[in-house]
């Protein structure tokens, strides 16, 4: 049974799902900033607060927000901190991945509090790193999204033009 024309008009109005390719693309690289940003657990309550306040496509955010998969995770953040260790001049204690290695495997909460002390020098660097990422991945990602939305619109329109001559 197809939803009711109310129905309809609800959820198009709370998903937002017919904009422009413009403001659709911003959309999907908005939630990839907000997915590889550096506030990690906030950014699908982030992302959707913003898709609200911005009035985008949510369903474009999430799909940004979910394109940081959790296989990418620890290399990703990783390598941000590295880089924003490197544009502060901040030294990475040697050790560091063994003594993180070994906090994962026992799992205690002494541990824990022991690594997080290890780390806190890195804390800038990792705000550094991220957003950085975050911000260069999300123009990339508005580029290909773009082109994409405006190359699938363009093959809609011309099968819709191929039927009505037929």
Known sequence: MPPSPGLR??????????????????????G?????SPLLG????????FAFALNLNRVAVLLGIYSNLPWILPAYYSLATVAGAALLGVQIPPGLLKELTATLAE????????????????????VLGSTLGAIT???????????MIEAHRRHL???????ENK
Do not use: K, M, N
Not at 10 to 20: A, G, I, P, S, V
Not at 42 to 49: P, R, S
Not at 157 to 163: G, M, R, Y
């Open 137 to 147: 991945l999300a123009l990339i990602a508005y580029r290909a999204s773009l082109t």
């Open 32 to 36: 990839v900033f907000f997915g590889f």
């Open 107 to 126: 799992a205690s909460w002494a541990d824990f509090r022991r690594l997080a002390h290890a780390l806190t020098p890195l804390a800038w660097a990792y």
């Open 9 to 30: 008009r609800w959820l198009e109005q709370l998903l937002h799902t017919h904009d422009t390719p413009q403001r659709t693309a911003a959309a999907y690289a908005l």
């Open 157 to 163: 329109a011309h099968s819709h033009q191929q039927t």
């Open 42 to 49: 906030l950014h699908t309550i982030l992302g959707l607060v």
